[in-house]
């Protein structure tokens, strides 16, 4: 890690919103209605509550190997052979992760606005792009997110207000009209993409300079909270406005978004609000490759950390285009096995790294006493 490529704590902070709002904005709100219905809002803040804990566990890491990765404190912790056995799904993983986030774009495209376009197409563009965005560096794409994080936000949350004319409150009851477990089912889902991938973000933190760490753990709670309170008003805004039907609508924004008609002036506002959505996901996709090249070249120990990004893009991209047959398989796989596999080779290696450091801690201070 270069000297001169690091953030402030707003710009990790602006990172941080763009992962986990991201793609999470265009795909989280129908099928979370569709598993939870009414209750999805509920089963979204039972998630982010989840969240909330392994944003704590990530900060404790970070101020305990403040300079160093997840690939780096493991071999501090484990050593280097166990750290290479635990690196190797995790590293698949976040492949697995970043090919899902391009298949997601293809889907949206073919979905809306171009669907006679072939899906390689739109994987190719995406991967070609946050390729170069990598290479860029990590403060360059902070400067830029900034900015697409404004505008995601801002066509975001105007659909939200332009569709006040088609809302209908009495639509968000009963909550719970299909018990519990549908809500917590939908929390399962939720707690796999995007709140357990916070566990993930620890690979960007010794980016942050070192005057400026104090404030992180802060700003990055409040750009949680402020995750969970949009997610949450884009699934409540859906219910209200589409009622039943918001379950079965694939993009939630989208959708709104065709409802808009004030005055006959301000109309088909979907093409501007697809724009907002994949940038959304773009940005998602440019954050996760460059974790899973940072990854890599710490396992490595490599000099130029640039040297893996284009080789790592291409395989992304022959993944994007063998890992499944039809968009049901894809749907199936995400909602139902990604949540289990970012907590075994995700969650659960963190976990263990900090018993280890907590007791390592704790012994200390009993020898001292």
């Known amino acids: 890690m270069q000297k001169l490529n690091t953030v402030s704590s707003w710009q990790m902070t602006a990172l941080f919103t763009a992962y986990i709002t991201g793609s999470a904005i265009v795909w989280i709100p129908a099928p979370l209605t569709g598993a939870a219905k009414n209750a999805a809002w509920v089963s979204l803040w039972l998630a982010s509550g989840i969240g909330m804990l392994v944003l704590a566990c990530v900060l404790y890491l970070h101020r305990k190997y403040p300079e160093l990765t997840f690939v780096e404190y493991s071999e501090l912790t484990f050593g280097r052979m166990v750290t290479a056995i635990i690196a190797v799904p995790y590293l698949i993983m976040l492949l697995l992760m970043l090919s899902n986030i391009v298949i997601g774009i293809s889907q949206f495209f073919n979905s809306t606005m171009m669907r006679e376009t072939p899906s390689y197409v739109f ?155 994949i940038a959304a996901s773009y940005m998602k996709a440019t954050i996760v490759l460059f974790m899973l090249n940072e990854a890599i070249s710490r396992l490595l120990r490599l000099q130029d950390e640039n040297i893996l990004i284009f080789p790592t893009t291409f395989l992304s991209f022959l993944l994007t285009m063998t890992m499944y047959q039809n968009e049901l398989e894809f749907n199936e796989r995400v909602t139902a096995e990604w949540p289990l596999i970012i907590t075994l080779f995700g969650v659960v290696p963190n976990l263990m790294v900090i018993l280890v450091t907590a007791f390592k801690d704790r012994r200390g201070k009993i020898r001292k006493a």
């Open 123 to 277: 994987h190719l563009l995406t991967l070609l792009t946050a390729a170069m965005t990598v290479r860029a560096g990590i403060e360059v794409m902070s400067r830029m997110f900034i900015l697409l994080l404004a505008a995601v936000f801002f066509f975001s949350f105007s659909v939200l207000l332009l569709c006040l004319p088609s809302y209908r409150p009495e639509l968000l009851l009963p909550v719970f009209q299909h018990g519990f477990k549908q809500t917590l089912f939908g929390a399962y889902q939720t707690w796999g993409f995007p709140y357990a991938e916070i566990i993930l973000f620890s690979t960007l933190l010794p980016f942050v300079r070192r005057d400026q760490r104090q404030h992180l753990g802060k700003f990055m709670f409040i750009a949680l909270l402020f995750n969970g309170i949009s997610l949450s008003l884009v699934i409540l805004c859906t219910i209200m406005a589409l009622g039943p039907m918001a379950a079965t609508v694939k993009f939630s924004l989208f959708e709104l978004a065709r409802l808009v008609d004030v005055a006959d002036i301000i109309q088909r506002i979907e093409s501007v609000i697809s724009i907002g959505l």
